[in-house]
């Protein structure tokens, strides 16, 4: 919605530019193009005054100044001069068919417009009236009576025209461009659609029929891609929880006789130590294969998920005991810190016990010299998500590297490879707060320990 409005914003303002800029152009071609040509040569008015002031008596015969006649010459004009009892007393090529004596009332006449279709214009002269008339079908005369007051609001009748050009050309752009945001909505709504892995349909019509056809072809081919990786994902979960089952059932019997050998007095000292290593890397083995079939059905979304309220600091209170009464090195030390009863999740506890145990079991794992492990259970600043803090004061981990702490052994979004270790064990537990709609956030550097930040939602 808000990419439609910046739209309609800028199609409107480039709209209002276009509409002032063509109404400066239209001025411009105005008064070069429509009125060019108007007053070509001398105006009718400067001639006629030109002629009257250039016309004087000399004994009884009247002259007329060259400059005058020059310029009724280039005219192709004539001129006469009327005297005050309607006689013609002096003339400048005068036309053969017009009179030589005029009434009053045709005084009158012909000095608003025209003598016998000849264009006239009359200037007053001492010994009476000049009149320089033009070729016929030459000039063309109008009369224009306007009021003062209207002549005195013509600047603010022409700021009035340009605004409500502007006013006009807004109106006309947010109706055209409110047509065009309705038109580009459902695309906008279906590129949205796209971008967030889903599929839509946009109604192909209109001047946009092209790129919604696009954008539904786009579409189908995602739900195709996304169908087919999801199949995909599937075969390879079913196929890694297949080989887990097909593993589960040597190694019981491995690990079975193993015990058995471990155990027998019948067996040499000896013969019973390498029984008792084959068991424990039976075990390992046991439980690589489980995390693997676990990550796996996390990862591609298949782990069924069995939610009940979970009291945070119950389950931190059972690991921690866990930890101490399972024969811990005298080098590790564990401290548990419940700030508050009230963290309440909705949660798995089966999957919620293994992240807990992994994180501390990364502390141990990454300190074979020995660690303070700090335990902490406690509510986000927001008081809206539990959060079960895990610190120790170990060597830590660059910086650089922790983001590679929570992808899957050798994926192509590590940056270095695996050194040591399955690499599961953190992978896991983001996957696991992954699925109970939470994060896991990790803070470490060289040297300065590392805190697993294990953020969850509280119950609704």
Not at 232 to 244: C, F, H, L, P
Request: charged residues 20%; hydrophobic residues 40%.
């Amino acid at each position: 919605m808000d990419g439609a409005a910046r739209i309609l914003r800028r199609y409107t303002g480039a709209s209002i530019l276009i509409a002032v800029f063509l109404l400066i152009v239209n001025y411009i071609i105005l008064g070069t193009f429509v009125f060019k040509g108007m007053n070509e040569g001398s105006p009718p008015i400067h001639v006629t005054q030109a002629v009257a002031e250039g016309l004087y008596k000399n004994g009884s015969h009247y002259t007329l100044e060259a400059n005058a006649q020059e310029w009724l010459q280039k005219s192709q004009a004539w001129a006469m001069l009327i005297a005050n009892d309607g006689k013609v007393i002096w003339d400048y090529a005068i036309p053969d068919q017009l009179p030589r004596t005029y009434s009053l009332a045709e005084v009158a006449q012909f000095s608003r417009n025209y003598l016998q279709d000849y264009p006239v214009f009359v200037w007053e002269h001492e010994m009476g009236l000049v009149v320089v008339g033009y070729p016929k079908d030459s000039l063309s005369k109008y009369q224009f009576h306007f009021p003062i007051s209207w002549i005195s609001d013509l600047p603010y009748r022409l700021l009035v025209l340009l605004f409500g050009n502007i006013i006009l050309a807004a109106l006309l752009s947010l109706f055209i461009g409110s047509r065009l945001i309705r038109a580009i909505r459902p695309l906008i709504s279906g590129i949205h659609a796209l971008s967030e892995d889903q599929h839509t349909h946009v109604e192909a019509k209109g001047m946009f029929s092209g790129i919604a056809r696009s954008i539904n072809h786009a579409s189908s081919l995602l739900q195709e891609k996304n169908a087919l990786l999801k199949a995909r994902d599937e075969a390879r979960s079913n196929w890694i929880a297949g080989i887990s089952h097909d593993i589960r059932t040597p190694l019981s019997m491995v690990l079975g006789y193993a015990s058995e050998l471990e155990e027998s007095n019948a067996v040499p000292y000896e013969q019973q130590q390498k029984a008792s290593i084959i068991r424990k890397q039976g075990e390992k083995l046991r439980s690589l294969v489980s995390d693997l079939n676990l990550v796996s059905m996390l990862e591609y979304e298949m782990q069924p998920i069995h939610t009940k309220p979970i009291r945070l600091s119950t389950l931190a209170r059972q690991i921690v005991t866990d930890f101490l009464n399972n024969d811990l090195a005298e080098t590790f030390t564990i401290e548990l810190d419940v700030t508050t009863e009230q963290c309440f999740v909705m949660g798995d506890e089966k999957l919620l016990v293994r992240a807990i145990t992994n994180l501390v079991q990364n502390s141990i794992a990454h300190n074979p010299s020995g660690c303070h492990i700090h335990v902490q259970t406690s509510l986000s600043p927001n008081q809206r998500n539990a959060l079960l803090i895990i610190t120790d004061n170990g060597k830590g981990i660059e910086q650089s590297m922790l983001p590679d702490l929570v992808e899957l052994p050798y994926s192509s979004k590590r940056k270095s490879p695996l050194h040591n270790g399955h690499g599961l064990g953190l992978p896991m537990v983001a996957r696991i707060a992954a699925a109970h709609h939470g994060h896991l956030l990790l803070t470490s550097d060289t040297g300065k320990g590392m805190t697993a930040e294990l953020c969850l939602p509280l119950c609704s």
